[in-house]
């Protein structure tokens, strides 16, 4: 049966308005779900410190709960892919999305960073994503959360430097983080024992 062209594009047009419709509703419910699992993230401070590595051009690919690349969180943006530049300073990771929000990682709340095939519905293979491994601080009312973040670079090259910044961020962080100890020249020092007479 051969119906008039006006009538196949009326259809067709009802079709894409409804397949539309699930889709944001999905989405819709995917971030209000995840928002009372994570806690907004931080915004980024005035000063970030010297770079480390980067602007890397990249596409952000998601956020998902960590250890669970197919729970992908709706929430605060955090899932919405989109363009981004993304650069690695003494504060932390700095990821400038486009048309999203930018998702800045304090170098405190790095848990980690490497190479996976894919997440969340994105596979490349060959360890083409680089994952950083993050906790999102409490907010008083949402417990904090590790998620992992999924990112493409836009030149393979730029994938051993993005991870080996990153993961140098675990290292400073604790030293920085560190009490004072005896050495310390804020600490005074102990007084030498004296010798028997």
Do not use: C
Not at 6 to 22: E, F
Not at 29 to 47: D, G, I, K
Not at 70 to 83: E, F, K, N, P
């Amino acid at each position: 049966m051969n119906l008039p062209l006006p009538v196949a594009v009326g259809i067709w047009a009802v079709v894409g308005v409804v397949l539309l419709l699930l889709v944001l509703t999905g989405r819709r419910r995917l971030a209000q779900r995840t928002r009372r699992l994570v806690p907004a993230p931080p915004a980024p401070p005035a000063e970030l410190g010297a770079l480390r590595a980067g602007p890397v051009e990249a596409t952000y690919v998601s956020s998902t709960l960590a250890g669970d690349w197919l729970a992908r969180v709706g929430a605060h943006g955090l899932g919405d892919r989109s363009r981004a530049e993304v650069a690695v300073h003494d504060a932390g990771v700095l990821m400038t999305r486009a048309g999203a929000p930018t998702v800045f990682v304090p170098a405190g709340a790095v848990r980690g960073a490497g190479l996976a095939p894919g997440m969340a519905g994105k596979y490349v293979g060959a360890d083409g994503l680089v994952v950083v491994t993050w906790e999102v601080p409490s907010d008083g009312d949402v417990p904090a959360v590790e998620l992992d973040t999924g990112l493409r670079t836009r030149h393979a090259t730029d994938r051993a430097t993005l991870v080996d910044a990153v993961r140098h961020l675990t290292v400073a962080a604790p030293a920085a983080d560190a009490p004072h100890t005896e050495n310390d020249p804020e600490t005074p020092a102990a007084s030498p024992a004296t010798e028997d007479q």
